[in-house]
């Protein structure tokens, strides 16, 4: 392998005394204790094939060797080039994991104390966790009742002339309306992160989400579409002035392209929009980066079968018009279907959300109540300055929709039987509550 300039320890040359690559390489033992994990049994069968290939495997150790690299290596680039492709971008950064992403964002933002960031009311903890950490004031917006997403009619009420940021999030790889919080963005000088941690392959308006805003981020974590052994993260950004710094923002700021007297690099701090920031690290392995490869290369097939199910799905549900079934997109909206999202007219049904899902539960379907008001959490009581209820005043469609009417149904890696039985029991259920049982 070619000595690259970050690879400065690495002994890849004729030396007398080498610093290996790697400190301890991974033998023939180890990789079996990994297919053993990764396909995982019992039985005699089992047993036999495992003998078999633990037999192989001891004797290709004996005329193999280990890889001269286990991070940000060949692996990692060509991740990133695969993202790059499959988005339609010029490139991308594969990160530890999505938070990562949105922290390189926030940091381009300069944000601190006093600050103040517009996100939904309803989405996970890592959307508004770093500008808590230093300081800054998560605004919430009200959701859309029909998609969860982040409504643009109730953004522009909320920013103030301490605001620096919005972030869209494409809850269940719905697509966000993109066009008219990229206008008010525009319109403030503010700048729009795209969570898009369940969005990788959806569309909007002939583009992917989280390639709209000046910035956006994917998760590979296990539960989404695709995964890089558990845990990654994409993120892409439109920021001329901070695409060459990307790199440097995932890794310390190690800046090989200078070198300070006697040393093999400098340390740069990552200039944003109105300072500097300073790295921290988010590398990811080249393992993570190959299983990343491999899951992207079928993305579009995965895809595929969520939408087969999701449309499944809604054919059921319009057996019931209490029921209000996940919105399957069109030429210009096309979700990754990472969930499906299920709602109910509760005077329709005969009762509310709680009582499906009680129901549901007793049939053996589970649920995903995931995704709630931000604005309940403890973090944000301890924290100070957020009164819970004052918040929830001003995100009715976030309380009715949370408390009353959605949930989130599994939508991969189901037999044909069990998404016919899950159906069943959603019609079911709620014909019990329309007749009082």
Same mark, same amino acid.
Not at 17 to 36: F, H, Q, R, S, T
Not at 278 to 291: F, H, R
Not at 406 to 420: C, R, V
């Given at each position: 392998m070619a000595k690259k300039n970050s690879d400065f320890r690495y002994n890849t040359g004729a030396t007398k005394?080498?610093?290996?690559?790697?400190?301890?390489?991974?033998?023939?033992?180890?990789?079996?204790?990994?297919?053993?994990f990764?396909?995982?049994?019992?039985?005699?069968?089992?047993?036999?094939?495992?003998?078999?290939? #633990?037999?192989?495997?001891?004797?290709?150790?004996?005329?193999?060797?280990?890889?001269?690299?286990?991070?940000?290596?060949?692996?990692?680039?060509k991740a990133e080039a695969d993202a790059a492709k499959y988005l339609g971008v010029d490139e991308t950064l594969f990160?530890?994991?999505?938070?990562?992403?949105? #922290?390189?964002?926030?940091?381009?933002?300069?944000?601190?104390?006093?600050?103040?960031?517009?996100v939904p009311a309803i989405t996970f903890i890592a959307t508004m966790a770093y500008p808590l950490s230093v300081g800054a004031k998560v605004v919430f917006a009200d959701v859309d009742p029909k998609t969860l997403n982040m409504d643009p009619n109730d953004i522009e009420k909320k920013i103030t002339d301490k605001t620096k940021m919005i972030v869209?999030?494409?809850?269940?790889?719905?697509?966000?309306?993109m066009d008219p919080i990229m206008e008010i963005a525009k319109r403030h000088n503010l700048l729009v992160l795209e969570d898009a941690a369940h969005g990788f392959g959806a569309e909007?308006?002939?583009?992917?989400?989280?390639?709209?805003?000046?910035?956006?981020?994917?998760?590979?974590?296990?539960?989404?579409?695709?995964?890089?052994?558990?845990?990654?993260g994409i993120v892409h950004t439109n920021v001329e002035a901070m695409k060459p710094q990307m790199k440097l923002a995932r890794f310390l700021g190690l800046d090989f392209t200078k070198k300070i007297k006697h040393w093999l690099y400098d340390i740069s701090p990552i200039t944003g929009k109105y300072g500097y920031s300073?790295?921290?690290?988010?590398?990811?392995?080249?393992?993570?980066?190959?299983?990343l490869s491999l899951q992207i290369a079928r993305n579009d097939k995965i895809l595929a079968e969520r939408r087969a199910a999701a449309e499944y799905l809604t054919k059921r549900f319009a057996e019931n018009d209490a029921i209000i079934p996940q919105d399957l997109g069109n030429d210009d909206i096309k979700p990754s279907f990472h969930l499906y999202l299920l709602e109910i007219d509760p005077a329709k049904a005969g009762g509310d959300i709680q009582t499906l899902k009680q129901k549901l539960e007793a049939k053996g379907v589970t649920q995903i109540p995931h995704f709630g008001p931000l604005y309940r959490f403890d973090i944000l009581k301890k924290l100070g300055g957020y009164d819970e209820d004052a918040i929830a005043a001003t995100c009715p469609n976030c309380e009715e929709v949370f408390y009353?009417?959605?949930?989130?149904?599994?939508?991969?890696?189901?037999? #044909?039987?069990?998404?016919?039985?899950?159906?069943?029991a959603v019609l079911e259920s709620v014909k019990e509550m329309q007749e009082g049982r």
């Open positions: 005394v080498p610093w290996a690559a790697v400190g301890e390489n991974y033998n023939a033992e180890d990789l079996m204790a990994v297919i053993k990764l396909m995982q049994g019992e039985g005699e069968e089992y047993d036999k094939a495992i003998a078999e290939i #633990e037999k192989k495997i001891f004797a290709l150790s004996d005329i193999s060797t280990p890889p001269g690299k286990l991070s940000l290596g060949d692996r990692v680039e990160v530890a994991n999505a938070t990562s992403g949105f #922290e390189i964002a926030y940091k381009y933002a300069n944000l601190k104390a006093g600050d103040e960031v517009i869209p999030v494409h809850i269940g790889g719905y697509p966000v309306d909007y308006k002939g583009k992917k989400v989280g390639t709209i805003g000046d910035f956006g981020a994917f998760s590979m974590h296990e539960v989404k579409n695709i995964t890089s052994f558990g845990e990654g300073v790295a921290t690290n988010s590398s990811t392995t080249e393992i993570q980066g190959l299983g009353k009417r959605f949930t989130h149904l599994p939508i991969y890696g189901l037999s #044909e039987e069990q998404l016919i039985y899950m159906a069943d």
